[in-house]
């Protein structure tokens, strides 16, 4: 085995000995955790980084822990999409981290390790190629996940935990039913293996295998954010200090990748059945996301809760796409994935640096304003030659054009590009499909939707009376958002050449027989 | 006879489990979700299929018969299952005691309904 091979578990070893590094030393020297956290993040980011180009030079990567041969020993499986997606959450893990140097990560004890777990759980989840093991990597995550939606305390975090808690814990306990009804059907928990043996089944037999692919679904699409397993999503991600919930916003991709990875290993369409299992189920509930998170954030006064509904829009656009079960539409959905997730994160971090200033129940006011009309009564004082807006404020409302730019999907960021991509992808069917015009309307209603939100709320903040605190913000803080920022411009810059490497993880995706191939060769 | 009682128990235990779960005091949560692991936890075991008297494990010089012996996946997982459903039902009665300091009652919104 030459040494590059090792560069597939180096995403799970390097985040586990960071999580461990910083549990070890205690927390009266946060400096030294810090920069333990930063170098070892750093150095996680370089290794997703060499993954990747590796992955796209050689193809996939399968990787066999202790050299067992693959249906028996636990395989880590790196392909194209793996590889984008962890180098996707380290890229993320490292801005959050730099952003809680600040002062965040001082708000409670451990932060520094959590956030470790937290990426060993989800770069495992994306590596993983065993079911089971992809249990225990969820279970990795949430558990940290736990901890950091719980950072900083405070009664409305512990209540929205609270929920989150359970709905997870029940959700794990159907993934575990999922996973041996699974084993019970077929006698195995390796994916590729679990998909060349459905692959050979009977109409009879398949029937155990579809309500295990059913439950497991239930537990994937909670994850995920599908309505109407969403309700946890908007009060825990909302109360979230701000580098958690940012760091929250990979989560339901996990719960997307998953469904993608699984469901298209098992039941693509053609390789069992003309039509896959359960398509129209996960088409009619993303669209039932999107709608309901259009409503949100129309309805959210709160911009926590409006960038909430926006993360419900976007795995609520993903889920109805994927439905489709077409090359071109998955490979736009996973640059639109990537621009969502670098937008949404963005503006979770960008949003606590915004309500700095504001005092609590500043929100209340705001919905009580326009009823009273109260702000027609300070216009008068005006002496008209108006107020020149702060250098920071401007510099936030640059950035927060930016996140709105990208979640509404207008040009010239990514976020057009993913969104125009999906729409050309949705349009090269012929005949076009029905679905295809709902999902138009859906998208172009729900990027408008975001577009007033936020607009609304930028208002407010932005152009808001002189006399509202200016928010003080440390440099490394706007460092965070800039270098968020900074990748979604990359993507657009670069679009051309990250669409050719989506496109190829999409074919790649949508034809499993190279997957269960390269898992199950001999050595 | 054997699978009739092991199966009336994990749905003893999951609909227990999912009653109590439902109700408004966190501590009826946790008990709720401790009786729906041990249901969910008994059902892996199941999963690989009923045996008596058989080992899970080769013994030593005799020949390997797949017949004469149990399946070990299935304990091994529900090993796994057991120790991690402990750690988060663990941090969930941690979460509990919070919740109660912090908003003085066990209601599991924070607050008692109104009804």
Redesign the interface.
């Known amino acids: 085995m030459n040494p590059q091979a090792h560069f597939v578990i180096l995403p799970i070893v390097l985040p586990f000995a960071a999580g461990v590094m910083t549990l070890l030393v205690d927390e009266r020297h946060l400096a030294a955790k810090a920069a333990i956290s930063v170098v070892m993040t750093l150095t996680l980011v370089a290794a997703a980084v060499m993954l990747l180009r590796f992955v796209d030079v050689d193809g996939t990567q399968v990787y066999r822990v202790g050299d067992w041969p693959a249906p028996f020993g636990i395989v880590l499986v790196a392909d194209r999409l793996s590889a984008a997606l962890v180098l996707l959450a380290s890229g993320l893990g490292l801005a959050c981290l730099v952003f809680a140097l600040a002062h965040w990560h001082r708000e409670g004890p451990r932060f520094h390790t959590l956030v470790h777990f937290l990426l060993m759980g989800v770069n495992g989840a994306f590596l993983t190629g065993d079911l089971?093991n992809l249990f225990?990597f969820f279970?990795v995550l949430?558990?940290a996940s736990?901890g950091l939606a719980?950072h900083g305390?405070?009664?409305a975090r512990?209540?929205a935990?609270?929920?989150y808690?359970?709905v997870n814990?029940?959700a794990?306990?159907l993934f575990?039913?999922g996973?041996?009804?699974m084993?019970?059907a077929t006698g195995t928990?390796n994916l590729a293996d679990l998909a060349s043996r459905v692959a050979n089944m009977g109409d009879g037999e398949r029937a155990l295998v579809e309500s295990a692919a059913a439950i497991l679904g239930i537990a994937f699409l909670t994850k995920a954010g599908l309505w109407p397993l969403c309700f946890w999503l908007a009060p825990t991600y909302a109360s979230a200090s701000a580098p958690a919930a940012a760091l929250f916003a990979i989560l339901t991709k996990v719960g997307v990748y998953v469904v993608l990875r699984i469901w298209l290993l098992l039941f693509a369409a053609g390789s069992v059945a003309p039509t896959a299992f359960g398509s129209a189920w996960l088409a009619v509930g993303g669209m039932a996301t999107i709608l309901f998170g259009t409503i949100g954030v129309i309805a959210s006064q709160n911009l926590s809760r409006l960038a909430s509904y926006s993360v419900l829009v976007s795995s609520g656009t993903l889920l109805a796409v994927i439905a489709l079960q077409h090359p071109m539409v998955t490979s736009a959905a996973l640059y639109y994935l990537v621009a969502s997730t670098l937008g949404s994160a963005a503006l979770f971090l960008l949003i606590e640096l915004v309500e700095r200033g504001r005092t609590a129940g500043a929100d209340v006011l705001a919905v009580t304003a326009e009823a009273f009309a109260a702000d027609t009564l300070s216009i008068e004082a005006d002496d008209g030659a108006g107020v020149p807006i702060p250098a920071t404020m401007a510099l936030l409302g640059l950035c927060f054009v930016a996140c709105a730019l990208m979640l509404a999907g207008l040009p010239p960021l990514a976020g057009f590009v993913a969104k125009f991509a999906l729409l050309d992808a949705l349009f090269r069917t012929s005949p076009i499909p029905p679905f295809a015009w709902t999902m138009l309307v859906l998208l172009l209603v729900s990027g408008l939707a975001v577009l007033i939100g936020m607009g609304r709320a930028g208002m407010r903040r932005f152009w808001a009376s002189p006399e509202v605190a200016v928010p003080r913000v440390r440099v490394i803080e706007m460092l965070a958002v800039a270098f968020l920022l900074a990748a979604c411009a990359a993507i657009t810059v670069e679009a051309a050449p990250v669409l050719r490497y989506l496109g190829e993880a999409a074919q790649a995706l949508h034809a499993p027989r190279g997957y269960i191939d390269d898992v199950l060769a001999r050595p | 006879m054997n699978e009739v009682v092991v199966a009336a128990a994990i749905g003893v235990l999951a609909s227990s489990g999912v009653w109590l779960m439902l109700r408004p005091r966190t501590f009826q949560v946790a008990i709720g979700l401790s009786l729906l692991s041990y249901g969910v936890n008994l059902f892996i075991f199941a999963a690989g299929g009923l045996r008596v008297g058989a080992a899970p494990i080769v013994a030593a010089g005799a020949p390997a018969d797949p017949a004469a012996l149990a399946d070990p996946l299935p304990q091994a997982l529900v090993l796994t299952a057991i120790v991690i459903g402990f750690a988060t039902t663990a941090l969930f009665l941690i979460v509990l005691l919070a919740a109660r300091g912090l908003t003085g009652t066990d209601h599991v919104d924070g607050q008692e309904s109104d009804a």
């Open positions: 089971f225990v279970e949430l558990a736990y719980l305390s405070g009664p512990v209540r935990g609270l929920h808690i359970v814990l029940v794990s306990l575990l039913i996973a041996s009804l084993y019970g928990l």
